[in-house]
T-cell receptor
C-alpha cells in the first residue's frame, strides 16, 4: 500500500494566484513528520516546510503553508501568490518513528509537476 | 553555510566500470542518507548512516552496491560493476537528529549514466 499519495500528476496555476497540492498519507505511528520538497528542473531537492504530527497549528514558511488535517490524513501544500520560479516538481514525504526512535526514513510520494503561467 | 556537497555532478561510464560517488554532509550533522531517483521508481532510500555507522541498508539493490562513511564528513557510494539499469540520479542527504523534526537536507545530486 502507498504510504504517501499525491494524486495530481500535474497542476497549472496563473501567476499571482494560490495553488494547493494534495498529499495523503497512511501510517499507524502516533508520531510522524510530514515534509514538502521542491525539485526544479535543475534537479536539486529543496526543503520547503515541515509539519509534526503533534503540532497544533499548521506550519507556514513564507508563501508556503501546510494544510494539515490529521483525521483525514492529509497534508496539502498551499503556495500563495505563485511566481514563475515556483514551476517545479513538488514531493510530499513522511517520516515515521518506529518504536519511538528518532530514526525514520523519509518515504516520498510520486510528485506533482506544477506549472505557473504568466 | 555550505550545504551537502556531492561529486561528481555528472558521470557517464561504460557498463562494467566501477563508479564512486562522493558526499560531504553538512558540518555538524550526524545522519547521512543515500537516495536514488528514477522515473520508474521515484525516490528510494538506499542506505542510512547514523554517527558514521550504517543503520539500514535494506534499500541497497544488490552486492554490486556498497557504501562507506569513514568519518563524519565523508561518505562514498560505490557501484562495481556498473550496469545500464543503474542509471539514475543519486542524492546524498544529511540531518542533525532532533532538529526541526529530523528534516533532511539534500545535495544537488550525482547524475549517473551507464552506457
Amino acid at each position: 500500500a502507498q504510504k504517501i499519495t499525491q494524486t495530481q500528476p500535474g497542476m497549472f496555476v496563473q501567476e499571482k494566484e494560490a495553488v494547493t497540492l494534495d498529499c495523503t498519507y497512511d501510517t499507524s505511528d502516533p508520531s510522524y513528520g510530514l515534509f514538502w520538497y521542491k525539485q526544479p528542473s535543475s534537479g536539486e531537492m529543496i526543503f520547503l516546510i515541515y509539519q509534526g504530527s503533534y503540532d497544533q497549528q499548521n506550519a507556514t514558511e513564507g508563501r508556503y503553508s501546510l494544510n494539515f488535517q490529521k483525521a483525514r490524513k492529509s497534508a496539502n501544500l498551499v503556495i500563495s501568490a505563485s511566481q514563475l520560479g515556483d514551476s517545479a516538481m513538488y514531493f510530499c514525504a513522511m517520516r515515521e518513528s518506529p518504536g519511538g526512535t528518532s530514526y525514520g526514513k523519509l518515504t516520498f510520494g510520486q510528485g506533482t509537476i506544477l506549472t505557473v503561467h504568466p | 553555510d555550505a550545504g551537502v556537497i556531492q561529486s561528481p555532478r555528472h558521470e557517464v561510464t561504460e557498463m562494467g566500470q566501477e563508479v564512486t560517488l562522493r558526499c560531504k554532509p553538512i558540518s555538524g550533522h550526524n545522519s547521512l542518507f543515500w537516495y536514488r531517483q528514477t522515473m520508474m521508481r521515484g525516490l528510494e532510500l538506499l542506505i542510512y548512516f547514523n554517527n558514521n555507522v550504517p543503520i539500514d541498508d535494506s534499500g541497497m539493490p544488490e552486492d554490486r552496491f556498497s557504501a562507506k562513511m569513514p568519518n563524519a564528513s565523508f561518505s562514498t557510494l560505490k557501484i562495481q560493476p556498473s550496469e545500464p539499469r543503474d542509471s539514475a540520479v543519486y542524492f546524498c542527504a544529511s540531518r542533525m537528529t532532533g532538529v526541526r523534526g529530523n528534516t533532511i537536507y539534500f545535495g544537488e545530486g550525482s547524475w549517473l549514466t551507464v552506457v
